[in-house]
């Protein structure tokens, strides 16, 4: 499917239509045609069902924010199972605006320009297309494998990757279900391990709002975390080791919050097992690991 834009547009190929169920089509309906399209009347409906076909979107001209938004999630909102389906590519012969991919999980995005930080959860891999950037989802890449080679200096190794190019994500490791490690040297943006089920997540700078909002499971570690960390958790383990803002832990439903300050929940005392895991992943003394406090 081929569209040309004479402007950017938001939330293309959004397979969340910039969150509907909040909405209720206020916003922006599925249904909808597509503005400033050349010689086209593509509603955001067609790109989506495309990309869910395994059929290929290319979009000539600038694309605007949330391009990709959940691209492959099988929602369900929409009657899906919530886990990953295989759909085609993007390719973007143009520059891309903040979040693309934002809580994408598999497929690919190829950009000819730019794009604007904060990213979504992608990660940049060699390119099989002169003259584009590809892109792919960071939980794609750790549960479905790598075929490219990482652009550098980001590396796989084994089942740990590192991420170490300095540019902010938003959503990194959404949904992820699988016993990997992911190592982010920086900071992040919000919604940092979003609805993940399995693995570990450390990053070694600060995290913005919402910092593992709806966590099933699997271990998230962070320095300073904005607003709203831990909010509606299910499952998991939360580790802030240095400041958070207000509202931890609200609405939180099941895991554990493992802070030096305080928390929505009941404190708990930290059990060995805890300690040695702050040890471990925090590098730090057994002294300092006994002033954390335990919320669930």
Request: charged residues 25%; proline residues 2%.
């Amino acid at each position: 499917m081929d569209i040309e834009l004479s402007e950017p547009v938001d939330c293309l190929c959004d397979f969340t239509y910039d969150f509907y169920w909040q909405h209720r089509g206020r916003r922006l309906s599925p249904s909808s045609v597509i503005p400033h399209q050349k010689g086209t009347s593509y509603t955001y409906e067609d790109l989506a069902e495309c990309l869910k076909e395994g059929r290929d979107v290319s979009i000539k001209g600038d694309a605007g924010k949330r391009l990709g938004s959940s691209l492959g999630v099988d929602l369900k909102f929409f009657g899906g199972t919530g886990r990953a389906q295989k759909v085609g590519s993007i390719t973007l012969d143009g520059s891309a605006g903040t979040r693309m991919g934002i809580s994408m999980v598999s497929g690919a995005i190829y950009v000819k320009g730019r794009v604007e930080q904060p990213l979504g959860n992608v990660i940049e891999v060699e390119s099989d297309r002169p003259g584009y950037h590809k892109y792919r989802s960071i939980t794609g890449i750790l549960q479905e494998g790598l075929k490219e080679t990482l652009v550098l200096p980001n590396v796989l190794t084994g089942n740990c990757l590192l991420i170490k190019d300095g540019l902010v994500r938003d959503t990194i490791a959404a949904r992820l279900d699988s016993d990997v490690k992911v190592i982010v040297e920086g900071d992040a943006g919000m919604s940092t391990g979003i609805l993940m089920r399995r693995g570990t997540v450390h990053v070694r700078g600060d995290t913005g709002m919402n910092t593992g909002v709806l966590l099933e499971g699997g271990t998230l570690a962070v320095g300073d975390a904005g607003e709203f960390a831990g909010a509606y958790m299910r499952g998991g383990t939360l580790i802030v080791s240095g400041k958070s803002k207000g509202y931890v832990g609200a609405n939180m439903k099941g895991g554990a919050i493992i802070l030096k300050g305080k928390a929505m929940g009941k404190v708990i005392p930290l059990d060995g097992g805890d300690i040695r895991m702050l040890e471990r992943l925090l590098d730090i003394s057994r002294g300092e690991a006994m002033m954390f406090r335990k919320y669930v």
